[in-house]
């Protein structure tokens, strides 16, 4: 009998702690979702949580390039049907930190990576994709954040575009 009122007991308070209005989330102040970030400042949505955005790393997916027909100085990016060779190069703060191999003959090419970048506060990032040549690089399009903030990186998805055509990625924290 007296086992019995203990189970009984231990249910109702199962109950009582499932119902509590999400208090704990409040008092943590960092209820969010990944989805639509509301976090603020220098912070970033992870796992529902308010986190800082920096010395964080993150993944690089689906670089989507697009440049025009002729290259920066107006003449054809090469011989033949004149569509460049595209690879990436990823650099944080100017230092290569990855790189794509190159993908023959379009003016369009999505490098779907991952690509993995740590960002310290205040740090410039720039994904720059060049025409490559037998003797080297043509300049094609470059995307940079000078610096990078955090409403960058709370947005996840980037883009650049002008004269020298486009460039879109998505930045995600790991
Ligand atoms: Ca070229
Ligand atoms: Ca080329």
Redesign the pocket.
Known sequence: MRSAVFVVLLLVGCAADGVDPDGDADAEGGSCTEAVDTCTADTICVSNACVSAFDRTYTIRDVVVHVPVNDLSGDP??LGNGA??LKLDILVNGIVVAASP?V?DQFTTTFAGPYEVTLAPGSTLLIAAV????TGY?EAMGCKAAPLTADHLRARSLVCSGSAGSLSYQIDPR
Do not use: G, H, M, N
């Open positions: 990016w090469d460049p060779d190159s023959s025409d490559e040549d037998p043509d």
